[in-house]
């Protein structure tokens, strides 16, 4: 699923409807919306006909189309509440609704909150700024205490459209029908929560002559694009991972470092960091092997610490001319520019470190800053949290990998998926599919084993995944 920005979309309908807006993009917008509530009152009233529903409506055209699909579902007998809030409601839809039989009330007149099936956020779209008064955000509460679901107009009123940040007050939405193409909100944390299910209504925008700002992969896309092995491949057509990760201090860092690539397919694992890990390698993985020689990805960095030939170990590593992935400590060792072949693996504290700015200044626009990132040091950037975003220097479009369950957020986790990023990298694919995929195996796989299962454990399910996937595509 590709996402766009608020300025595109602007264009995107600009295009579509020509030098005048006769309403038609609304009233394809409301007829979409209509028929998604229409399915939503079926599923949990039972049916359409006496269902009681309340529309919030702000001062735009995100109002303006709840109040077009209001009337339509008022005509199929729905009982229909609008409160007008922020101003004054879009004219014609307000005209419509009363027409169709809805009632235009004051908050101070409606009935218990519970007596309603259904809400509908229409306060809000892509011309909200972020936030909500007071008064609005207190019905908002007010609505999701009398646990009334909410069907969001085009994106949850508050959140921010472009960056995906809920900086105030914000609707929590079951469904969100949007319109045309999905807007970056939908697919970025913490906004996504709020998003809830997602439907796309289409309004006839081509977005052919459109850079997408994100391109979000799924489950289907990840199983098509990963590097299985053809029938003749031998382990050096999978591919050999040089890992160098973990120290004295830190020797599970090596360790999960190679469960990653041991795990996601590498052809065969090179082990050269320190000596502390080497045994419980050994017991657990006996075919990683600890003498130099050929390599086809690097990884570096992860659980270094306090490293004295740090810049040299990455210079190295860079000057074979091999492709790597440097992670944790090892970025802070790279050298000024980096080749895009190269994937750095921070999480947003390591990027803020990166670009010389604070954490929250990462957290509040990861898009600007995973493409700083990139910009900055030449190579392709994997920011990983809860939303995981790929950035190439010199290429708008973000990627974003599937998403997962947060248990996988514990320490560790980023020194596998390193691992895995590695052994895609080295089968001989460009940094950033190694770093969207890595980062959706891990999650798909985080997600069909739910619990808190310890890195390197998730790393052998990981494995599985691999060849759950490969079997359906070889029955
Ligand atoms: N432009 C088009 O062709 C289409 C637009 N559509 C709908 O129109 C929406 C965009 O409409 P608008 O551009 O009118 O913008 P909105 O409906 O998002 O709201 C803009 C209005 O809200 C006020 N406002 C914004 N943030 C506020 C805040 N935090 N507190 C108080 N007031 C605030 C603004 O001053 C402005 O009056 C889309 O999200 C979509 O729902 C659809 O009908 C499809 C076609
Ligand atoms: N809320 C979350 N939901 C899903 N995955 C998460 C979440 N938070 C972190 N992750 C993932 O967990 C891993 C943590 O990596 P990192 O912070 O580098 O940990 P460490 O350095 O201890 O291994 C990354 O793969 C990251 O994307
Ligand atoms: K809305």
């Known amino acids: 699923m590709q ?6 979309v602007r264009r995107l309908e600009r295009a579509a409807m020509g030098p005048q807006d006769d309403g038609t993009l609304m009233q394809r917008a409301a007829a979409g919306l209509a028929a998604v509530l229409a399915d939503e009152l079926r599923t949990r009233a039972g049916h359409v006909y006496g269902t009681h529903v309340l529309v919030l409506v702000g001062p ?3 109002g303006g189309d709840a109040l077009w699909a209001a009337a339509r579902l008022a005509r199929r007998g729905v009982r229909v509440d609008a409160v007008g809030v922020l101003g004054t409601p879009h004219a014609e839809g307000l005209a419509a609704l009363r027409a169709a039989g809805g009632r235009v009330v004051g908050t101070e007149a409606l009935a218990a909150l519970d007596a309603y099936d259904l809400a509908v956020d229409g306060v ?8 909500l008064p007071d008064d609005v955000a ?26 995906g940040a809920v900086p105030g007050a914000a609707v929590s939405a079951a469904v969100t029908v949007t319109f045309g193409v999905a807007k970056p909100c939908h697919l970025l944390e913490p906004a996504r929560a709020r998003t809830g299910r997602l439907v796309l209504v289409d309004i006839g925008l081509d977005t052919s002559a459109e850079e997408p700002e994100l391109d979000a992969w799924d489950a289907a896309r990840v199983a098509d694009a990963w590097p299985w092995p053809a029938r003749s491949s031998d382990k050096y057509a999978k ?18 470092a190679t469960y990653g690539a041991v795990h996601g397919g590498a052809g065969m694992v090179r082990f050269v960091g320190p000596e502390s890990a080497r045994a419980t390698i050994t017991a657990n993985l006996p075919d990683v092997v600890f003498a130099p ?10 659980g270094w610490g306090e490293r004295a030939d740090g810049d040299r170990a990455v210079a190295d590593a860079v000057a074979s001319e091999v492709p790597g992935v440097l992670d944790a400590d090892g970025i802070g060792h790279r050298p000024d520019r980096l080749p895009d072949s190269w994937l750095l693996t921070p999480h947003a504290g390591e990027l803020a470190r990166l670009l010389g700015i604070e954490r929250s200044e990462v957290e509040d626009d990861p898009l600007a800053a995973v493409r700083a990132g990139a910009g900055r040091t030449g190579a392709t950037v994997l920011l990983k949290g809860a939303t995981q975003l790929v950035a190439r220097p010199g290429v708008r479009t973000v990627e974003v990998a599937v998403p997962g ?22 089968s001989g694919r460009p940094a950033h599919e190694a770093a969207v995929l890595g980062a959706s195996l891990q999650a798909q796989t985080a997600a069909a084993h739910p619990g808190p299962l310890p890195p390197h454990v ?11 996937w490969w079997q359906e595509r070889h029955p």
Do not use: K
């Open 138 to 163: 207190d019905l908002v509460g007010r609505l999701a205490d009398a646990c009334v679901p909410v069907v969001a107009v085009d994106l949850p009123s508050g959140v921010a459209a472009d960056t």
């Open 458 to 468: 998730l790393a052998e399910r990981c494995a599985d995944r691999l060849g759950a």
């Open 124 to 131: 809000l779209g892509i011309g909200g700024r972020p936030g």
């Open 3 to 8: 996402a766009f920005t608020v300025e595109q």
């Open 405 to 426: 369950p947060s248990w996988t957020g514990r320490a560790g986790s980023g020194d596998t998926l390193g691992g895995l990023c590695a052994a895609v990298l080295a």
């Open 293 to 302: 020689g050929r390599v086809q990805a690097h990884l570096l960095g992860s």
């Open 239 to 256: 591919g050999v991972v040089g890992v160098d990760c973990g120290s004295e201090t830190y020797p599970g860092a090596g360790i999960m």
């Open 60 to 62: 735009g055209n995100n």
